[in-house]
């Protein structure tokens, strides 16, 4: 398994980044926004029965 953020095999204790650094990364771009969900597409029938 690579690590998601620089390439690098993964290390067990950090699984699945190589190294803390990856992993606090990682959650920072969640805690920032950088990385998005997608929603489910917005039946436009139902908004106009509203």
Do not use: Q, T, V
């Amino acid at each position: 398994m690579k690590c998601p953020i620089c390439g690098k095999p993964a290390a067990p204790e950090h699984k699945p980044f190589c190294s803390r650094r990856c992993a606090e990364i990682d959650l920072g771009r969640w805690l920032n926004d950088s990385y998005k969900l997608p929603a489910p597409p917005e039946d436009e029938d139902e908004e106009e029965a509203e």
